[in-house]
């Protein structure tokens, strides 16, 4: 999508204006102009001169945004660096309110001249004020006195009168025409009054220079360029407020980044890294970049990006991205991505497009915003001429046509929806919910199913060790020793939970010999001379081990709860059973229950066989849970389900993409693959299915405000219009002043915009995070000694440590301790203290710090 500026917009008819001009350029596929912003997206292979060109013919003006690459032109040969950032500020100007400033300038001038101008035109006439001697008496003055005043308004407003009648030239009629012909009209029957006083005057006819001077409409024409100019800084004020998420975002990107080339630091702008490069972060600073760690360990406050307001430890091999700020350790890490390729950069993206898109329920309020302003003025017409018709004066039918015409807003309908959905996007991003485009904003507040993938999405598509169970006269020691012994040489992911759990209760490690895997099975290997196996039952039987009728209910038991029973022997003799199970994350129960009280159906899918899909299911109290589908069924499960209403896909892996792309709405979970992220209409940045009903709540809310504005834009029309033309005289004697339509004009696009901005207090679902106790219950008061000393700590003083390189080296080589969980170095107090899982002999801690060429000077109590 190619991203363009337009100026010259004034209301929707302007907007509807530029659509119908652009998607008339041959090779354009589609086209999103926005008022709020003054962009427009236009998706196809039309060239931008062609696009400029039709712009430009329809009255406006348009120029493509720096860094967007012109197509065709030179411009698209601009160095890397300076194109990453030329998008960035490009969009930044253009989210700049200079609009309101403008307003406000405007409204001031007006007012200081309106005043002296209602003084004589209302204050004398009405209520008698005193005039100077001057003006006192002399009519033909004081016609000449309003006309100064209210002529100077109209200059100071002349941006009406520009847009209004080019508007006009042009066929395409906007508010502005509306506004610059009632003022006009206003201001034209005045003068002509004003000329015909004076004759009366030479005729010496004192009734007539008085019916005249009650003809004067001035004050009305410069009361309506004056009121309505407050009410467009009013809205221009609070339009500027729907960007605020954007650019709160966009001030996140860090400006320098220090570079380690050759092994010294050196701090450059943030344009200058490319990828690869070494960078150093130091505690308090924020990442400039997408990188990986090399060497450190730290605490990232992610929340910039993901909502998610408790720091993620980060160790060398992990990914770290802009904008996120390092809050402990010092870190060294090398560039991946760099300028636009950034996670912040592409969330930026993703929410300008999505603000820069339109929802679909937005076209019944386009199609009658572009027939709106030609149908108010021959309203406007029609009014004067019956008023006419009808016996009344000349200035009376003005009055009341110049009122259709002021009282009118198109804006009102046409701000109704794009407001709520910037403010909508905007919310989204703060909470880490990205929106690709309006159209999936407005789509997931009409889903009626939600499908949820089991792995990865519902569970944490790692395997982690549930239960520990010995056998009758073994020691849980003993089990745990053994099995660690032999799942620790094989890479399969049960083995990988197995030693995990081993390591984080301190469990001995035995030499084994003669290790093998049993493809399918398990593994076998010699221990102290002897065989031992591990594996499922079939395995065990088969190399001659038996087990006791407890031990096989028990398997079945753990079989049926979705778990996966491993058992391990010792020659014939069974040690016990170690479960594992790909354990349900934390929230996942909550979250099915908050779909549910947003009135879905919760339907859980997966490949995984039926008894493991069930008890799965049933833990989160899916309503339907569909088992053992093929990557390449879940597609035809979706089309399936979509006959039943709207569906929303949730999914995080390769395989979940077809099916992301099949359904009404495909939501990714931020930790999935590229391939899901990029075909998923909403992408999550934590890795939380809670945030599914979050997306779905904020686009309920989201429809539910768009409704609330068109209600109310159209009923301020239909009542207001027939009010201004004079329909209600007759029965209750009611009329409109024009300068009080122009006030209600302005405030009901400001009412509009403002009921928007409600949106801002949607508060998420935040989720009540308690350790998965179901998980754990049946593992023994091993694992409860072993963590209550945990996490021991103490301290040492090294001397010899100068900077925040030295601290990272002291960290190093003490983190790589067997025991040491964490070193934190100060090198201004030499001091270091140090987190343990187990005792740790201060011998190893001495020999560490003094290899790492610092001098180790003791323990402190």
Same mark, same amino acid.
């Given at each position: 999508?190619?991203?363009?500026?337009?100026?010259?917009?004034?209301?929707?008819?302007?907007?509807?204006?530029?659509?119908?001009?652009?998607?008339?350029?041959?090779?354009?596929?589609?086209?999103?102009?926005?008022?709020?912003?003054?962009?427009?997206?236009?998706?196809?292979?039309?060239?931008?001169?062609?696009?400029?060109?039709?712009?430009?013919?329809?009255?406006?003006?348009?120029?493509?945004?720096?860094?967007?690459?012109?197509?065709?032109?030179?411009?698209?040969?601009?160095?890397?660096?300076?194109?990453? #950032?030329?998008?960035?500020?490009?969009? &930044?100007?253009?989210?700049?309110?200079?609009?309101?400033?403008?307003?406000?300038?405007?409204?001031?001038?007006?007012?200081?001249?309106?005043?002296?101008?209602?003084?004589?035109?209302?204050?004398?006439?009405?209520?008698?004020?005193?005039?100077?001697?001057?003006?006192?008496?002399?009519?033909?003055?004081?016609?000449?006195?309003?006309?100064?005043?209210?002529?100077?308004?109209?200059?100071?407003?002349?941006?009406?009168?520009?847009?209004?009648? $080019?508007?006009?030239?042009?066929?395409?009629?906007?508010?502005?025409?509306?506004?610059?012909?009632?003022?006009?009209?206003?201001?034209?029957?005045?003068?002509?009054?004003?000329?015909?006083?004076?004759?009366?005057?030479?005729?010496?006819?004192?009734?007539?220079?008085?019916?005249?001077?009650?003809?004067?409409?001035?004050?009305?024409?410069?009361?309506?360029?004056?009121?309505?100019?407050?009410?467009?800084?009013?809205?221009?004020?609070?339009?500027?407020?729907?960007?605020?998420?954007? %650019?709160?975002?966009?001030?996140?990107?860090?400006?320098?980044?220090?570079?380690?080339?050759?092994?010294?630091?050196?701090?450059?702008?943030?344009?200058?890294? %490319?990828?690869?490069?070494?960078?150093?972060?130091?505690?308090?600073?924020?990442?400039?970049?997408?990188?990986?760690?090399?060497?450190?360990?730290?605490?990232?406050?992610?929340?910039?990006?993901?909502?998610?307001?408790?720091?993620?430890?980060?160790?060398?091999?992990?990914?770290?991205?802009? @904008?996120?700020?390092?809050?402990?350790?010092?870190?060294?890490?090398?560039?991946?991505?760099?300028?636009?390729?950034?996670?912040?950069?592409?969330?930026?993206?993703?929410?300008?497009?999505?603000?820069?898109?339109?929802?679909?329920?937005?076209?019944?309020?386009?199609?009658?915003?572009?027939?709106?302003?030609?149908?108010?003025?021959?309203?406007?017409?029609?009014?004067?001429?019956?008023?006419?018709?009808?016996?009344?004066?000349?200035?009376?039918?003005?009055?009341?046509?110049?009122?259709?015409?002021?009282?009118?807003?198109?804006?009102?309908?046409?701000?109704?929806?794009?407001?709520?959905?910037?403010?909508?996007?905007?919310?989204?991003?703060?909470?880490?919910?990205?929106?690709?485009?309006?159209?999936?904003?407005?789509?997931?507040?009409?889903?009626?199913?939600?499908?949820?993938?089991?792995?990865?999405?519902?569970?944490?598509?790692?395997? /982690?060790?549930?239960?520990?169970?010995?056998?009758?006269?073994?020691?849980?020691?003993?089990?745990?020793?053994?099995?660690?012994?032999?799942?620790?040489?094989?890479? !399969?992911?049960?083995?990988? @939970?197995?030693?995990?759990?081993?390591?984080?209760?301190?469990?001995?490690?035995?030499?084994?010999?003669?290790?093998?895997?049993?493809?399918?099975?398990?593994?076998?290997?010699?221990?102290?001379?002897?065989?031992?196996?591990?594996?499922?039952?079939?395995?065990?039987?088969?190399?001659?081990?038996?087990?006791?009728?407890?031990?096989?209910?028990?398997?079945?038991?753990?079989?049926?709860?979705?778990?996966?029973?491993?058992?391990?022997?010792?020659?014939?003799?069974?040690?016990?059973?170690?479960?594992?199970?790909?354990?349900?994350?934390? =929230?996942?129960?909550?979250?099915?229950?908050?779909?549910?009280?947003?009135?879905?159906?919760?339907?859980?899918?997966?490949?995984? #066989?039926?008894?493991?899909?069930?008890?799965?299911?049933?833990?989160?109290?899916?309503?339907?849970?569909?088992?053992?589908? $093929?990557?390449?069924?879940?597609?035809?499960?979706?089309?399936?389900?979509?006959?039943?209403?709207?569906?929303?896909?949730?999914?995080?892996?390769?395989?979940? *993409?077809?099916?992301?792309?099949?359904? =009404?709405?495909?939501? *990714?979970?931020?930790?999935?693959?590229?391939?899901?992220?990029?075909? @998923?209409?909403?992408?999550?940045?934590?890795?939380?299915?809670?945030?599914?009903?979050?997306?779905?709540?904020?686009?309920?809310?989201?429809?539910?405000?768009?409704?609330?504005?068109?209600?109310?834009?159209?009923?301020?029309?239909?009542?207001?219009?027939?009010?201004?033309?004079?329909?209600?005289?007759?029965?209750?004697?009611?009329?409109?002043?024009?300068?009080?339509?122009? @006030?209600?004009?302005?405030?009901?696009?400001?009412?509009?915009?403002?009921?928007?901005?409600?949106?801002?207090?949607?508060?998420?679902?935040?989720?009540?995070?308690?350790?998965?106790?179901?998980?754990?219950?049946?593992?023994?008061?091993?694992?409860?000694?072993?963590?209550?000393?945990? &996490?021991?700590?103490?301290?040492?003083?090294?001397?010899?440590?100068?900077?925040?390189?030295? &601290?990272?080296?002291?960290?190093?080589?003490?983190? *790589?301790?067997?025991?040491?969980?964490?070193?934190?170095?100060? !090198? &201004?107090?030499?001091?270091?203290?140090?987190?343990?899982? /187990?005792?740790?002999?201060?011998?190893?801690?001495?020999?560490?710090?003094?290899?790492?060429?610092?001098?180790?000077?003791?323990?402190?109590?």
């Amino acid at each position: 999508m190619e991203q363009y500026n337009v100026m010259g917009m004034s209301c929707t008819a302007c907007q509807a204006r530029v659509e119908k001009a652009v998607n008339a350029v041959e090779g354009v596929t589609g086209c999103a102009v926005s008022l709020l912003t003054n962009s427009m997206g236009v998706e196809g292979t039309a060239s931008s001169k062609d696009i400029i060109n039709a712009v430009e013919k329809a009255g406006y003006g348009a120029s493509l945004k720096k860094g967007a690459g012109l197509k065709n032109s030179d411009e698209s040969k601009n160095s890397a660096g300076s194109k990453n #950032n030329s998008a960035s500020a490009s969009l &930044e100007n253009s989210l700049e309110d200079k609009e309101t400033k403008a307003m406000k300038k405007r409204f001031l001038a007006s007012i200081i001249i309106l005043v002296p101008l209602m003084y004589v035109s209302m204050g004398h006439m009405m209520w008698n004020w005193p005039l100077p001697q001057f003006l006192d008496s002399n009519h033909v003055a004081m016609g000449l006195y309003e006309l100064l005043l209210s002529a100077l308004v109209m200059v100071i407003n002349q941006k009406f009168f520009i847009s209004g009648f $080019k508007g006009i030239i042009h066929r395409a009629p906007n508010m502005d025409s509306l506004i610059a012909l009632g003022a006009t009209a206003s201001f034209g029957y005045s003068v002509f009054a004003l000329f015909a006083m004076t004759g009366a005057v030479l005729e010496q006819n004192s009734a007539s220079v008085m019916n005249y001077m009650n003809q004067f409409y001035f004050e009305s024409s410069a009361m309506i360029l004056t009121l309505i100019t407050f009410g467009k800084m009013l809205e221009s004020r609070s339009k500027g407020k729907t960007t605020n998420a954007l %650019k709160a975002l966009m001030k996140l990107a860090p400006e320098t980044a220090v570079l380690i080339i050759d092994g010294v630091e050196k701090t450059v702008p943030v344009e200058e890294v %490319k990828p690869g490069d070494r960078f150093a972060v130091r505690p308090g600073e924020k990442i400039p970049v997408d990188g990986i760690v090399a060497e450190g360990q730290s605490a990232v406050n992610e929340s910039a990006l993901t909502g998610e307001s408790v720091p993620v430890e980060k160790k060398a091999g992990d990914k770290v991205s802009a @904008a996120t700020i390092n809050t402990s350790g010092y870190l060294i890490c090398q560039a991946t991505r760099v300028g636009e390729d950034t996670t912040l950069s592409e969330i930026i993206k993703m929410v300008s497009d999505a603000q820069a898109t339109k929802a679909p329920i937005a076209k019944t309020a386009d199609k009658v915003s572009g027939v709106f302003v030609p149908a108010v003025i021959g309203i406007a017409l029609v009014t004067f001429a019956a008023w006419l018709i009808a016996g009344e004066s000349f200035g009376y039918a003005i009055a009341r046509s110049v009122s259709v015409l002021v009282i009118s807003c198109p804006c009102a309908l046409g701000l109704a929806t794009p407001v709520a959905i910037m403010v909508a996007s905007g919310v989204g991003a703060r909470s880490g919910i990205l929106f690709k485009t309006a159209v999936s904003l407005e789509q997931a507040g009409r889903t009626n199913i939600v499908v949820l993938d089991k792995t990865g999405t519902v569970t944490t598509g790692i395997m /982690k060790v549930t239960d520990v169970l010995e056998a009758e006269g073994i020691s849980k020691e003993k089990l745990l020793s053994f099995a660690y012994s032999l799942e620790a040489k094989s890479e !399969h992911p049960i083995s990988k @939970a197995v030693t995990s759990y081993s390591k984080q209760n301190s469990i001995p490690l035995i030499e084994t010999s003669d290790f093998e895997t049993v493809a399918g099975n398990g593994l076998k290997a010699k221990i102290n001379g002897k065989k031992v196996y591990g594996g499922n039952s079939d395995y065990i039987n088969s190399v001659g081990a038996s087990f006791s009728k407890s031990i096989e209910e028990k398997i079945k038991e753990l079989s049926f709860q979705g778990k996966t029973p491993v058992l391990f022997a010792e020659e014939n003799t069974v040690l016990g059973i170690i479960a594992v199970a790909d354990t349900i994350k934390e =929230d996942s129960a909550e979250a099915v229950s908050k779909l549910k009280e947003l009135g879905l159906r919760v339907v859980m899918l997966t490949g995984d #066989n039926e008894i493991t899909a069930l008890a799965i299911g049933e833990q989160i109290s899916a309503d339907t849970i569909i088992a053992e589908v $093929k990557p390449d069924q879940k597609a035809s499960v979706i089309k399936g389900l979509m006959k039943e209403g709207k569906v929303t896909m949730v999914g995080d892996g390769i395989n979940d *993409a077809p099916a992301l792309t099949c359904a =009404d709405l495909g939501i *990714a979970i931020g930790a999935g693959t590229d391939v899901a992220l990029d075909v @998923a209409d909403i992408v999550l940045m934590k890795n939380s299915i809670m945030d599914v009903a979050n997306a779905i709540r904020i686009s309920k809310s989201t429809l539910r405000n768009i409704r609330q504005n068109l209600f109310w834009a159209f009923f301020y029309n239909v009542i207001g219009i027939p009010l201004a033309a004079g329909c209600y005289v007759s029965a209750f004697g009611w009329t409109l002043n024009p300068a009080f339509g122009a @006030a209600a004009m302005g405030l009901s696009s400001f009412c509009v915009v403002t009921n928007a901005l409600r949106l801002n207090f949607v508060k998420p679902y935040k989720s009540n995070r308690t350790t998965n106790s179901a998980a754990f219950e049946n593992t023994t008061t091993l694992e409860n000694n072993t963590n209550k000393n945990k &996490e021991n700590t103490m301290k040492i003083t090294v001397k010899g440590m100068m900077c925040q390189h030295c &601290e990272a080296h002291v960290k190093k080589a003490l983190e *790589a301790i067997d025991g040491i969980e964490s070193a934190s170095c100060d !090198h &201004e107090k030499s001091l270091v203290t140090i987190t343990t899982s /187990k005792p740790v002999d201060e011998a190893a801690i001495k020999a560490a710090v003094t290899d790492a060429g610092y001098e180790y000077e003791g323990m402190l109590d």
